[in-house]
């Protein structure tokens, strides 16, 4: 089974940048997505990046389009969540998750995952 361990989280003031990291024990042909849960919200898909054959595809949600960028460094067993122009409403626990199904339209569906980190803390302060 996958095991994912984030890091990065942190307090940043809005319009700040903030970069999360999710290791993987286990590295193979995976979607892997960035899932945040805000305070009195339900859990919603903010980014995934998936290996389509050579190519890697990436989705978002249309809240962080153009402000976040997610990525991979397959010989790091590492992904990326790079957030710049952090808004008071990014405030929310990040977690990572895994799956070994290539998704593409579902990746924000928390249900397709089956493997999830513990989470990082993000406050973003206006």
């Known amino acids: 089974q996958v095991q994912l361990v984030e890091s990065g989280g942190g307090s940043v003031q809005a319009g700040g940048s903030l970069r999360l990291s999710c290791a993987a024990s286990?590295?193979?042909?995976?979607?892997m997505a960035w899932f945040r849960q805000g305070p009195g919200k339900e859990r919603e898909g903010v980014a995934a990046?998936?290996?389509?054959?050579?190519?890697?595809?990436?989705y978002y949600a249309d809240s962080v389009k153009g402000r976040f960028t997610i990525s991979r460094d397959n010989a790091q067993n590492t992904m990326y969540l790079q957030m710049s122009d952090l808004k008071p409403e990014d405030t929310a626990t990040y977690s990572c998750?895994?799956?070994?199904?290539?998704?593409?339209?579902?990746?924000?569906?928390?249900?397709?995952?089956?493997?999830w980190g513990q989470g990082t803390q993000v406050v973003v302060s206006s």
């Open positions: 990046i998936t290996k389509g054959g050579s190519t890697y595809y990436t």
């Open positions: 998750a895994a799956t070994f199904s290539l998704l593409n339209a579902s990746w924000s569906s928390d249900r397709r995952y089956g493997s």
């Open positions: 286990l590295f193979t042909y995976t979607t």
